[in-house]
């Protein structure tokens, strides 16, 4: 199948290899073409553009920053709008707004363009993996079209509903993972100040109910002090902030998301937003008072 990929970062980059080694034909375009180098010695080619990309494949995928970024290379000049016809299935994968998924696929829809919204979880190693929860939203038909190329990139494909579906399911998964990073690194923090063993600890709690994959896996990562990201903690604050915003929006109240939101805030404000979200414990650990 030919494949457009736009977007090679921490993420995009090891997922459109992943598409490469189960031999589709895949195009690249990012906007810094020293990040297209590794997919191109690996036998991609390069596009001009995304619209250039859109009218030369089948598929497109985009994993971007945020809801602007996902508007301006689907919809902007130069966009795939610009070059796609009609049987062109267009696919983001980043995190953004409901609403900003509905709009694009609307639009897109009227070109007789497919659009799914199709964000991700699991980090960069289940994007390296290709062990990466695909929460999928857009028509049940365009879904079934588009799973062998899901399949490239993860294990856990679900099809939630219709467009702007699959980001509600992916900003579920940030309230319990951003509210999760901030409790272990709270529950850690907590025996760390009573001079109580940490390590022990978790390894109690990991066999009662306070267990989740989150005090086992980030847990551990603030354990061994690893905080080489994974998942920027700048990537979490936004977000959380689109939580708030959808929050806002709706009138629902989300204390716990609120305050892990601020907390957010904070990593990025304290020089912490490069940093993965196991970071958080330094925050703690820093606004803790008195001596250890």
């Known amino acids: 199948m030919k494949i457009g990929f736009i977007g090679l970062g921490l993420m995009g980059r090891p997922m459109a290899l992943n598409l490469l080694r189960a031999g589709h034909e895949i195009k690249v375009w990012a906007r810094r073409r020293e990040t297209m180098q590794p997919l191109l010695a690996a036998g991609a080619q390069a596009a001009a553009s995304p619209a250039e990309m859109a009218a030369a494949v089948e598929v497109v995928i985009s994993i971007v920053a945020d809801s602007p970024d996902v508007q301006e290379v689907m919809l902007g000049t130069r966009g795939v709008r610009e070059g796609a016809k009609p049987g062109l299935m267009a696919i983001d994968m980043s995190t953004i707004l409901p609403g900003v998924a509905k709009q694009i696929g609307h639009e897109l829809k009227s070109l007789g363009v497919e659009f799914l919204d199709a964000p991700v979880s699991g980090g960069e190693p289940g994007a390296i993996a290709g062990t990466l929860t695909i929460m999928v939203g857009g028509s049940e038909a365009a879904f079934a079209k588009a799973r062998p190329v899901f399949e490239c990139l993860g294990k856990t494909i679900t099809h939630i509903g219709d467009c702007g579906a699959g980001q509600v399911a992916k900003a579920a998964n940030q309230i319990l993972t951003g509210v999760g990073v901030l409790a272990v690194a709270e529950a850690l923090n907590f025996a760390r100040r009573h001079q109580v063993d940490p390590i022990k600890v978790r390894e109690a709690l990991m ?63 304290s020089g912490l937003g490069n940093e993965d979200t196991t970071a958080m414990i330094k925050l703690l650990e820093s606004l803790s008072a008195g001596e250890d």
């Open 207 to 269: 066999g009662g109910n306070a267990y989740s994959k989150v005090l086992e896996i980030h847990g551990q990562r603030m354990l061994d002090r690893k905080f080489k990201p994974g998942f920027k903690s700048y990537m979490h604050q936004k977000d959380m902030n689109i939580v708030m915003q959808s929050a806002y929006e709706l009138g629902l109240c989300q204390p716990a998301t609120a305050a892990a939101a601020q907390m957010f805030n904070a990593m990025v404000g």
